[in-house]
């Protein structure tokens, strides 16, 4: 049947009759309905867990942290007796008065300097180690490691290994000088300062800047050890490095040595040149003291050892000897080991400040 034209906007099927649902059929749908919503809770109450009691706790407030308990007392340090008589000292570390002191320092352009305090005290005994009066008779050994502050891992070890009795040197040519012998001051050991002199075959073998020379005028000297002595302060006196030219000749060495003790220091020759012209003069006005050995001329340890035993032969004979040696490993070794020795034998190991004259 074909449409006419009529028909031909009407939407398809409207010209259907509507189905229509009778009351019964509508009311057994509902009813099954709630019959399948009762069957569903019914199961769900089966399955269900029951209900778990609960408690109520009140919530209080944490108790505030109790007050941070006060520090320890610091406990004093034991004092050293000193030993009984004919008996060596034990190795005790020291204290030492504390540097600088303001009484024997002046102050210049290349730092503090050293001087003899306005009520006379010198920094050779003011800054000195102290050794108990018993110490200062029969064999005793004042023994110098010298190089120190050049090198930090060989300044740690010596620091660590040797004793406080043996005395150290310092360069003037480290860094942080003042805080190094700081630390080594409070370990008891007595301090030195190294000063560059000329050796012979100057400048090819070269102490470093700032050498004291033999050509050099007096005031060129004086000037390049003020700068060398204003490098750190709290040492009892200066000690040669190298030097071996500077030292043998004694009309370019006055003027250095009067003016170490116009300072109050005390000084050392480091035994190293046979020609020098240093002998030893233990008045504290004038205080100078030459080494009789140096212990490690051959850097070999069963050398330094024979040297080190040399040492002994010399202070049991003759009273008091000073040795030298510079700073290496095997050195630290062998003295640190020796050293330990010393006491059962009667010997004691002193700074060169112990080797002075009592000051009148």
Request: hydrophobic share 40%; glycine share 8%; aromatic share 4%.
């Amino acid at each position: 049947m074909s449409a006419t034209p009529d028909q031909l906007p009407r939407p398809l099927g409207l010209d259907r009759p509507k189905a229509t649902r009778s009351p019964a059929r509508v009311l057994g749908l509902l009813a099954l309905t709630a019959a399948f919503g009762v069957i569903v809770y019914g199961a769900f109450l089966r399955v269900a867990p029951a209900p778990q009691p609960f408690a109520v706790a009140p919530i209080r407030s944490l108790p505030p942290d109790p007050p941070p308990a006060a520090p320890l007392a610091a406990v004093p340090a034991p004092v050293p007796s000193p030993p009984a008589a004919g008996k060596p000292a034990e190795t005790v570390a020291a204290k030492l008065a504390a540097a600088p002191d303001l009484r024997l320092v002046e102050r210049t352009r290349y730092g503090l300097l050293p001087r003899i305090g306005p009520d006379g005290a010198r920094p050779h005994t003011v800054y000195a180690r102290p050794v108990p009066t018993v110490v200062r008779t029969g064999p005793r050994i004042a023994l110098v490691v010298t190089g120190l502050g050049i090198s930090q891992s060989l300044t740690a070890e010596a620091l660590a290994k040797l004793p406080p009795e043996v005395t150290l040197a310092f360069a003037p040519y480290g860094s942080d000088l003042e805080r190094l012998v700081t630390q080594v001051r409070d370990k008891g050991h007595e301090v030195l300062l190294q000063v560059p002199m000329e050796p012979f075959d100057y400048p090819d073998n070269d102490p470093g800047p700032h050498t004291l020379t033999a050509r050099a005028k007096p005031q060129e000297n004086l000037d390049r050890l003020h700068w060398v002595m204003g490098r750190f302060t709290g040492y009892t006196g200066v000690v040669t490095l190298m030097g071996a030219k500077l030292t043998a000749d004694e009309g370019a060495l006055q003027p250095i040595l009067r003016e170490v003790s116009q300072r109050g220091l005390l000084l050392v020759d480091d035994g190293a040149s046979a020609r020098s012209t240093i002998r030893t003069n233990p008045s504290p006005e004038a205080a100078t003291l030459r080494a009789g050995i140096v212990v490690d001329a051959v850097l070999r340890g069963d050398a330094i050892d024979r040297e080190l035993s040399r040492l002994e032969e010399t202070a049991q004979s003759g009273g008091a000897v000073v040795g030298t040696a510079g700073l290496s490993p095997v050195a630290l070794e062998r003295i640190a080991a020796w050293a330990r020795t010393l006491p059962q034998r009667g010997i004691h190991l002193v700074p060169p400040s112990a080797l002075l004259e009592a000051p009148r």
